[in-house]
């Protein structure tokens, strides 16, 4: 009767995601689920596009350009050595961007055996984003004229708007400009000590499909580089 299949584990587990800071060392392990040292022969790889940026933003672009694509052109493969009873090892983070990997096994026949699960994932950003990186979510259409006032119900007009809507019209009504928000720059930065702005999308959201209350979803963009004037 043939023995069972090796488990092989990793950490950082498969499927994990994690947040790191361009400086920071990450380490990557490798062994078996049971804890004893692989086959004599064996040897651990960590396959990765970790210090490929450039060459990972390229396979992006190709793929929507109409040129060549690339694909898998960013990976390769990373050579773990071997500490007692598993397979590792650290690797510096030196640029911005999501990565992947995951370690695998490679036998004395050269057949690989990978870990159950997909690969893991690395979130990397800039150092200077360690500290004082707090964000204004800032909801652009919040910021006309009616912003500074406790309640803005209008029954007579809701009873209006609300026949409209029940007909299928899109009513919008006026709402905050980027130049609004623009005049309250100095309040964030300089009153509140916020250093990153997130403007909540502001461009044009379905009125049918997808819709979301009376103004439409904000994530169901119809064209993520558009604006929409209202």
């Known amino acids: 009767m043939a023995a069972p299949p090796l488990k092989l584990e990793m950490t950082p587990p498969t499927g994990e995601r994690l947040l790191r800071f361009v400086g920071d060392r990450v380490r990557f392990t490798l062994r078996s689920a049971d804890g004893e040292p692989l086959p004599r022969g064996w040897r651990g790889l960590l396959r990765t596009n970790l210090g490929r940026g450039a060459v990972l933003r390229r396979e992006i672009i190709t793929s929507r350009g109409g040129e060549r694509p690339m694909t898998g052109a960013s990976w390769r493969d990373v050579p773990m050595r071997r500490e007692d009873n598993e397979w590792c090892v650290e690797l510096t983070l030196t640029e911005v961007g999501y990565f992947k990997a995951k370690a695998y096994a490679v036998d004395e026949k050269g057949w690989q055996l990978w870990p159950e699960g997909p690969d893991a994932g690395l979130s990397v950003h800039p150092d200077a984003y360690r500290t004082a990186n707090t964000i204004y979510c800032a909801f652009t259409r919040l910021f006309g004229e009616t912003k500074s006032l406790v309640a803005t119900a209008d029954r007579q007009l809701d ?4 026949q409209l809507d029940k007909q299928g019209y899109a009513v919008i009504p006026p709402s905050g400009k980027l130049r609004d928000l623009t005049k309250e720059l100095p309040h964030i ?7 990153i702005l997130h403007l909540l999308p502001v461009n044009h959201t379905p009125t049918t499909y997808a819709r979301l209350g009376r103004f439409g979803s904000p994530y169901a963009g119809l064209d993520l580089t558009a604006i929409d004037p209202a």
């Open 159 to 162: 009873a209006q708007l609300k």
């Open 189 to 195: 930065i300089d009153a509140l000590g916020c250093h």
